[in-house]
């Protein structure tokens, strides 16, 4: 796309994630899955598996845990360039432990990821030319809501990334436990002048940013407040935690108009764990690959968003070629086979 | 509640039991789940879960099996005050095979549960103390039907605890393959006379008991036949082994009122086994903190039994602020999150 | 049912399969599930647990890979008399990769079977006897496809069994990725004039074979051309991965008259693979075990089928007093038992 | 060899055997690995492994269970021809419980084998031929201890195989929790005069038959006081639960003469039950398929007994040419590659 | 014993241990085996399950994962009568990895116990009558090296339960990775004058504490400087990461002896974690039952830990008849038998 | 070291490893673990994990399974700058069943490879700057075996990487399962003019290169023969399969000089297979890291093939750290830690 080496660097923490397997509880069984995830971990994957070269922004500990991180994510074909280690002896992996849920039990989340190595992250660890090394910078509000250090680092780097010509996205992925509506509303507006693709969702808009009217008209009152070229918004209907419908709408500022298509009905879900982030993922592929083909990044989206639900953990595994046949699938009326072979 | 050290008691046989994990199948496949469970069993664990303080009065095996199936109830909170262990070189603890089912093929059950240890159980080995010991009673059809000397002796119980002012609870849960019908209605004629609050499905009643006209017609004949305070009836309605409806009706006779709510629909069940006997430990709960709230009976009742569904294994998983977050998320009729966290 | 010793041979490639466990992908995970399935072998275990003697007729490696396939069918109640086995180093067992799906992924399938043992398959390793051995002889345009040897050893065997005064039985078993539709057409029309009991889905009545109008007058159409006694036609429709309505209809050219009864709805798809095979199996036991009855052959069929849909792997195993019970509760409308115990 | 169908048929109760995985505990754990075993089945197994033609005459329950059980042993090579399944509601599959060991803990065993359907075996239930289908027949002291019903048949049983020209081969397995060596000595002297081929430790002999002397004067005088033709005794020496030694003396009456090799030193054991047994099917082999070469059954009885000891499970797993290769590779004093490639 | 409710209390912090199964290392695999651990919490569980009434002092996250925690602890036979929970949002289970050696790679242990809710332990939390409930106290210098706060605590408690008539023990337990050893020194040598049974290996004695002399010199001397009745130092010697040799000595102040055994030889260790606090729990267990009887103790102390290096995971799980047969064969010289049936 | 990209780049085939988890038999069982191998994938790993730049230069099926084999090797840190994807439908990717051994009991090894994609590699698939982009080229006889096509790529490969000034690294690994002594000797004796580190066991030089003297003595006769710098040999002496001694020694042809130390006595080995490979990848690293140090080759050789031996798999999974401590700790006489902690 442009002659940086990266398409897309994302700043985020890397969390390990410990879930019984299948059906079991949190609070019995004698085993755990070992995975990882994270918001922005998330969406790095998702898009490197469907083609563009992306790599992680994140501090995590030097010992066996961050070895085991670094080969997880390396094993999705994302780079660790970026990667800081931890020495100290305080370094720890934040984690969550997640359970899954069944009609009338929900889902559920118990993070333990205060003081982990990411916290402390320094933007002095990382190079100048890390800024100039790749066309688009993604991150979230989950950063912003760690605490002062991240909060100022992600600012930052917002800041030094944009002055470098770098297209800058950004999540909301407004979390309740992290930080109040208030604050994060002021400490977004703080960064929305450097934002080329916001990602917001209508509960947020309305309840955080407090605007008002349909999802269509919040998306394009933030275009005419700041300098925002894109803003996507998803719809999911959750009929019970193992089915789900899923759709977006996009606005393009410069073009004033949406787009958006048939949702992905009666999803199996496996686990909705890092189903946005795929969205992001297959929305900013749509974006990148296409300068800016907004249709391509509502298609891309849904299709990366829908797969992963149908994949155990917060990562996607689709690429290019399993999300191609599935937008094809989707779009195609006539009989199908029902199974590749 | 009372000044009783415990506020639930109940008599009956702690079984183990082995199923294949999974969609796997009980003629093939090399390993086996390894639970335990027992009506009686299952009521006091759901009714611990909640809070109030429980045991089973039991009869089990000296040797490993019966150390394994005591450190596995204990983890659920029950006491094991009551746990009388059978020293003979014949000593056994009963089991069960079970396998999950998948539309058209049903969930099914083999027993091996003959010359267990609990069938010798002798209420001589029982303190009188014991009798004093509980603010309420409860026991099944099924300790009624395994033997003489499990029916002897459970009667006997039964009229000790109600001599000492002890609230008898009793579920009629008929089983075909221990008694007949006939069998069945004769000897619990017996009890009814002590019985405080029964249990006693639609079915049952119209087939063995050779009631008429509606559930709750049926519900206040009994209270018409016998001095019962409370009659508890559920629903279920199955549209597939991994998809039921749940809900109850309650009728206390002393205000001659029927309590019932919207049922749970569609649960997404994983193990239905023990279900009926998490409705009790619910219906238990509430009547018992409550001093005789049949509608919070109802509510902590389906509550209960539908998150049993979800949990693998006979035994309920759900403690207070779990059931309580259901309860409040069945009567909200508002938008909710789909995920704790 | 004849003095012959067997009921049913198939001629057949036995392939192992690999699939990672439950909703794992092929592209990562630590394990795979290790079971075997082909086509002929399906239908010669499904018809031998309904209580058929029956055996493969096939060729695999003598190493440690081909006893483990013949320990692992000769479980499950079939014969290996005619198990010949390739003793060369360049011996293999053909596999195939498996993954599940969840809507809006589809299930995949890996081939690797090129080169195996079975298209080394040689008509001299088998005695004579082994045409007046059984009652029906039966094998699928798979085996006619894999290769020019294994498709002239598969004609000369049908002509044999024929000569012996054999019933022949043919699924046609469409495989757009080992054959043409015309090179397909061109082969079986070959082999039809041979054939007593037809195998053939309406989409390959229809694309292969060019017929047009119905399906039931495209299943009389090739009794016309040939002297086909029976043909029969699956009927399946794919609501998601996880959720199949599966029925079928059966032609009789002797008697013209068409069986079919009401499909088995919302079936609890486990595992799609074999299924097809456990219909043959299921109508083949019903045309052997009655002498011909066609009603008997789609109820069996279609039950069979239906169940093999819930069980993991290529591999039916439910017995006849499993199928009896499914039968009997799909045809009685009235209050049915949640559960076999 | 003959030109009866079986070379040997052995009687005897099947056992499904239930153990935690590895190092895990009977009294904690989730899991249950699902085997079958018994000292008889073991032998047949084994036997069928180097090429007999063997089977087990045995009753067990006609549900799930038995099917299981059914499955796994034909899994294994051997008829179930002479399988009697017990139909009613009390039928039930004998298990024992197992439990690895590791120094200073022993392997343990909990049995829950009483009132199995084996024990109402009925002589009745087999046909008269089969007391001249093999020819061998082998029971052990198991059976006879058993109970009443199982020690008349098994007596019945040797008598008449005996009257029809079959060897008769017998296993004193001595095993204090089922009987006395007192009711031991009485009744297998009771049986000693139809014995051909006698399996019996030098600790049995001296500590239940109060023989005296070393454990070849010991052998030898057993063939003084009845017409037995061959005295087989196993050595095992217990370095540790994970290594032993194990080696055997065979005595053959008619040449008067030992035969014995050197041990096999430091075995890896896995799992040492059913060890014995394999010796016993390796030592019958090498009688019965040599027409009594001494020797011969020395040495496959220590290579089949020293390999099962390296397999989890009751029964072996080691073909002719595994076996063969390990005692070729025993008497090898030369290097060896360290890996069969 | 007395007539105090509790036998022994323990003050420590209760871990959640993440370790790969088997041979699997951090770096890579897919689960983790999810246990629960800590020093004092494996003296309570090992001295409970020989049959003291035991309970764990300590503070844990009111979330699923302390749910989980006292679940299974609970299964051991443990009270939770003092354990408080931590209801700030920041609450954590203090967690490390573990990973099983093989030679010449040595077992591996990461910390992430930093900010747990046990470091946040009140005093004022639990009530004055704890300090009169039980007739011995035990911590060791883990708990004394967490932080400023823990070790603050300890003290004061080990003050009141003496004061109060409690036999105070103490285990050095030092850690270099939470303290150095000066600081120990100066810290333990604080509460030392209240201590009456104090474990410290040679190691220790002659590192930290400056001691100089045969290991029974140091141990003595102890006892001269400060009022202590007791001290107890084990002996291991590490041939390989799954072998070891252990024993230990004790010396008894007011009879000036000292009491010693023939230690176990090359224990097949599966998991060495917890197996010094498995000698406390048999030397409390030995003492305690028996008035003070130091060669009980070392007998208890030695069988105790010998068993828990054959187990997986920091707790032992063996019961007094499994400790009292081990004991029994390491003095039986004559022929054992190899399995326990 | 250079400023080429690359410190070592190999060339040879990746393997699809299937094994039976722990001690189960290829011949039964229900699951494999999913891993990957490869002689010249092995040291590519080994190397990289200790610091290297490395890269595979392969070529293997586009399908899913070649997905699957570039996420795992990537996780272990190595390039796929160098992998060519086979598109073909025939695509396959090679395979070997793996069994591991306990006394008397060897490994077993079922090759499955022949047809992989990897056969058919083709010299221009390659970029031209390939041959200067690395140090150090390695590859095997595994890969001059294999086939025609692959033995003139790899001496190809070998000219042209020789004349960009790269050094040639060699590895006999003569496998009599894939050509013949004569064969292997006749076709590396016309690579040995290219080849500047050659690694040849002791038996190898004596039976396939006709060798004689001491194993030193061979040694250096290579180097008079051809233009060769280093010479190293391993020396493993096998107790058992799970206990080996691992050993080497190096001559270096310029100073004429044998380098040697202490070998790993009773290494627990739990997977000995890529042993040899682990130990050229320490040997590579050694030499390269230090501009020739043959002792560093032969301490960082003999430590990676020890720790290889620890660990699951064909891969290495010890990093640079973990090696360091490994010599240290071999080269300490004093008194160790037993745990890293």
Redesign the interface.
Known sequence: MSDRPFDLLTLGELLLR?SP???????????????VGGAELNVAVGAALLGLHTGLVTQLPA???G??AK??V????ISDDYFVYDQS??A??GLY?Y?Y????????????R??SSFVYINEDSFPDEMYKATTCFHTTGITLALCENTRKTAIDMIRKFKESGTIISFDVNF???LWTGEEAKACIEEILPYVDIFFCSEDTARLTFKKEGTVKEMMKSFTKDYPISIVASTQ?I?H???SHTFGSVIYDASRDEYYEEEP?H???V?D?IGSGDAYIAGALYGLLSSGGDCMKAVQYGN?TA??KN???GDLP???LS?VNT?IR??NDKGPQ?????
Chains 1, 2, 3, 4, 5, 6 share one sequence.
Do not use: C, W
Not at 101 to 112: E, H, I, L, N
Not at 337 to 341: G, L, N, Q, V, Y
């Open positions: 410990l397997a299948g059906v079991e509880r949190l609070v019995r069984g004698d085993s755990f899955q070992k995975q010992h066996d845990m070895k085991f080969n997880k390396r094993s999705y074909g002896s305080n720890r992996l432990y359970e849920g069944a009609y009338p039990r929900k889902p559920k989340v118990v993070y333990d205060k003081n979390r309740g436990n999911r959750v019970s935690p193992k992905y009666n999803i199996d496996v909705r299709a829908a797969l149908t994949i155990p595994t689709s690429d399993e599935v699938e989707h086979s029902e199974m590749s072979r």
